[in-house]
């Protein structure tokens, strides 16, 4: 009897082992439907990801960025080119200063002459001429030029008529005579001259004895 206890017993165990073993492998089922599902749910991610959207903030982000660069790269070249037209500037501004010194001696000396009464010297005639012959070479030296005139068909871009006047000389719409120098520099024109301009040559007069003679045939 005692032998029949323990092998009804024993009976429980079996079916505890099968039970907990069932457990385990409902467990681990389990466990692969959760990682199956999390895989599941990461696709979306990765489909959401290569979306043309997606791509298209991606190529925005990078047109920006570049965009960005490109703006702060001309900002820097706006102020370097200034800061090189300024050194450019001061340094022309030198040389004509320094070319134009020679010259403010001359007048200088001229000035102390006429002050003295002295002006018909010869110390204040050379003074004269040298401001005169030395003036003009260093405005012709930086490519400042005298706009032609007389004997010039007559230009409005570089000459100012102020009158119109027969000529014996000069045809019509030629520039006849000249009341003040132009001049440019380079290809700007910085003063226009200031003209005459011929109307031809003059009419000639018909006698009044022979106007009436040609009323009378």
Known sequence: MAQKKEKKQEIPLEEEVAEDEEAVEDAEVAKDEVNGEANQSEEPKEKIEATPLFLAREEA???????????????????????????????ASEDVIRDL???????????AHSENGDTESE???????????????????????EIETIGKPFDPTVHEALMQMPSEIHDAGIVADEIEKGYSLGDK???????????GKPALETPEGDEDADKTQ
């Open 61 to 91: 982000e990078m047109y920006k960025d570049r965009l960005m660069r490109l703006a702060a790269e001309f900002e820097n070249y706006k102020k370097r080119r200034a800061r090189e037209f300024e050194t450019l500037v001061q340094s």
């Open 101 to 111: 010194l020679p010259i403010l001696d001359g007048v200088g000396r001229a000035l």
């Open 189 to 199: 024109v910085l003063r226009p001259a200031k003209v005459v301009v011929s109307q």
């Open 123 to 145: 110390g204040f005639q050379e003074g004269i001429k040298m401001i005169m012959e030395q003036f003009p070479r260093v405005l012709y030296n930086r490519n400042l030029k």
